[in-house]
């Protein structure tokens, strides 16, 4: 007879228990157990033939049986070694999968992608249920590394994803909003209810797709990293205003501090505002010009 998918949930069951497996909270793992939302994140990625895909956190090779169904090539990268033998076998019929022993925040991505694809040079896509306690500096390890994603598909907590595709304005928006703005167009592709998972996690979750950004900066940034730490200095009190913030520049320096308010003064930006109330383009601007001052 032939067997049920992976994700389904007496088929993940029953390789729990085949295995003597038990989820382990401490490398986040909730496994996905709705055949539909499997083969959503599958669409919200648009995989096709031609695509090599990286999976981070395959588990039990629920996603990873989808993404081999769609994709051209998929290299899953998990930690956990208990899970490797189970992978092996589940993922037996697919031929165009490979399991690699790796922290994906160890890994060296360029040279994984020329070493493990036929075709390096396809368009490459990460999707994955990321282990939520990293979430953050995964996204930032992608978005930092020199591969030319083509898309990433990925799921993580709700109030997360929020924070990922927040307005100018809104409670959510932030410093990791900004993060993101800086190099991609972040996209909500569709939530995800606690109860798809085996263990359920104790939050919802969501998944994003991001794209290397459509539209140019509108501003050039003098140093991009820079950019990136005064805009965490300016969210460091998120009920302070802009002003106050940026006394984290001058210190007990009233002249400087008072160049660094001029210079706001000058870009029209009110020091009384908050954080949450400037784009992407003015905090650039006043990176910027901070710098051309040498106040930053
Ligand atoms: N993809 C599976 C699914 O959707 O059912 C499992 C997702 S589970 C939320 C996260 C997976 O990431 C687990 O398999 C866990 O062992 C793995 N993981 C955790 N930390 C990791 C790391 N640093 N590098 C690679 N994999 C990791």
Redesign the pocket.
């Known amino acids: 007879m032939a067997k049920s998918a992976i994700?389904s949930s007496s088929r993940t069951k029953e390789i729990m228990r085949q295995y003597g497996l038990r989820a382990?909270k401490g490398?986040?793992?909730?496994?996905?157990?709705d055949q539909s939302i499997?083969q959503n994140i599958v669409s919200a990625a648009e995989i096709g033939k031609d695509d090599n895909v990286i999976?981070?956190?395959?588990?039990?090779?629920?996603?990873?049986e989808q993404l081999a169904l769609a994709a051209g090539q998929v290299v899953g990268?998990?930690?956990?070694v208990d899970?490797l033998p189970v992978l092996k076998d589940v993922l037996e019929p697919y031929h165009n999968v490979k399991i690699l022993h790796?922290?994906?925040?160890?890994?060296d991505l360029p040279t994984l992608i020329q070493q493990e694809f036929d075709h390096p040079e396809a368009p490459i896509k990460v999707v994955?249920?990321?282990?939520?306690?990293?979430t953050s500096p995964?996204l930032m390890g992608l978005l930092n590394s020199p591969v030319d994603w083509d898309c990433i598909c990925v799921?993580m907590q709700r109030e997360v994803a929020d924070r990922l595709v927040a307005k100018v304005g809104t409670k959510q928006y932030g410093s990791l909003t900004l993060a993101i703005e800086m190099s991609m167009d972040a996209e909500m592709a569709f939530g995800v209810s606690r109860h798809s998972?085996v263990p359920e996690p104790n939050v919802d979750s969501a998944i994003v797709t991001l794209h290397r950004r459509r539209q140019p900066l509108p501003v050039a940034p003098f140093d991009c990293d820079k950019i990136l730490s005064l805009i965490k200095i300016c969210f460091a009190h998120r009920r302070k205003n802009l002003g106050n913030n940026l006394k984290a520049l001058s210190g007990k320096d009233t002249d400087k501090k008072n160049a660094v308010l001029k210079v706001l003064d000058e870009l029209r930006i009110d020091s009384r505002i908050r954080p949450e109330q400037l784009t992407l383009e003015k905090f650039i601007q006043l990176g910027n010009a901070l710098h051309d001052h040498d106040l930053y």
């Open positions: 994700g382990k490398f986040g793992q909730n496994f996905l157990t499997l999976e981070i956190g395959p588990g039990i090779g629920a996603l990873t990268l998990e930690i956990d899970l790796q922290d994906v925040l160890k890994a994955a249920n990321l282990p939520y306690y990293i995964i799921m998972f």
